[in-house]
């Protein structure tokens, strides 16, 4: 296995002064966008946006794969250049312009939707959408790889836990309340602009978010490697995992948990069309989601710190499991609940979401910064992250199911996948156990 132990840059991140600024302007970054986020979630405002624009289950089910596999694929073909980097900000900022610029287009599509075909403005939102999700994904390497040489491994887990709290806790006071009135048949804004105004609250929120971390202090990477091309950097992907099993341990878990997530931007729309909700629910449902993420957060980052990011990972795979569980229960008590009670059972599918999703965020960015060394830290990232790209296409299989089989029987499948995921989770080894053991065997 690689080596572990981390490879200063330069001061050790813990002796550096800046720590506790750069800590602030994380924070703050994660922050907006979380709050972004909740106003154009893709699993509950976008999704009924595309369904409203004519979009198929199976076209609404690329929502959340554009999402992921945007932000992840295209690492594998920034990698050489990211590690090449003595300072990987230049990555993010570049990228984060042009992601702003992006997003900005597609307010002014979706304001101006009536004037044009509906399968017009689909079209050039999914291509927006993906444009965006692809930029994000070209800066992403250097996002990860700044908060890995600024944040220490002990504090990394507050780090993400505190971004995802506080804005957990403004989406849950702001976003929750808003998307529901703006959304509600009675709103202030009729389709198209109500969600048009949406997306341009996510912008406002994004906005602050990229300048501050834009103004991290990033210390120098010391005698990085020359420029690697793309087709060098795939063909070295069977090697790295043949070579580290712990990282196919940890690439096998996270694709099976992709597979555990497949019913995720179907709920809501389970709700809405077999349950017979009404529309101002989503602002609830959104509400119950970012508020159950935001507290789980102060759990999870004592998890992560104090324990590690295997148990914290065995724990949200846990919880993700009962999710589809929890659906297909409150689909079994359809014939004796009318669809207000339905409805408002049908929340814990989202109170459990919120508690699984943020913790898992952590764990996934936290274990891999701490398997890796320095040195080879960025192709690790783009390996698994390349992977998990193209298992992020599986929700669109979601939408191939409902089609076939409906949604309950789609329930049923993730139940399954979620078991298995747990199952590869209580595989992983602890790298920071492992890091010790290494440093043990070196002094003997």
Known sequence: MQAIVQQPTAPLTSERPSLRRNMLLGIFNGVGFSLG???????????????????????????PTLRNAGW?????FSAGWV???RYKLTAYRLTGLIRWLIWLGMVLVVWNAARWSTSLVLLLFLLMYAAYNLTAGMGALGFQDVVAKTIPAQRRGTFFGLRNFFGGLLGFVLAGPLVGWILARSGPFAFPHNFAVLLLLTLLAITPALIAF????????LDPPTRASTKALLRQIPAVLRRDADLRRYVNSRIVSRLAMLADPFYVLYASEVLHVPPRMIGVYLALRVFSAAFSNLYWARVADRHGNRLLTLLTNAIWMLVPVWALLVAACGIWFAPTVLGWLFGGVFILTGLSIDGAGIAQLSYLMELASEHDR???LAVANTLMG???????IGGVIIGWLGYEALFVLTVAFGLWALWLSYRLREPRTLAAGELAAASA
């Open 214 to 221: 834009a103004f991290i202090d990033e210390p120098p990477t």
């Open 378 to 380: 960025p192709l690790y």
């Open 72 to 76: 992840l694929l295209p690492q594998m």
């Open 37 to 63: 986020d909740a106003f154009s979630d893709p699993n509950l405002v976008l999704t009924v946006l595309v369904s409203q624009l004519g979009g198929s289950p199976e076209v609404i089910g690329l929502l």
């Open 83 to 85: 590690q090449s980097l």
């Open 390 to 396: 193209v298992a992020s296409f599986f929700p669109v």
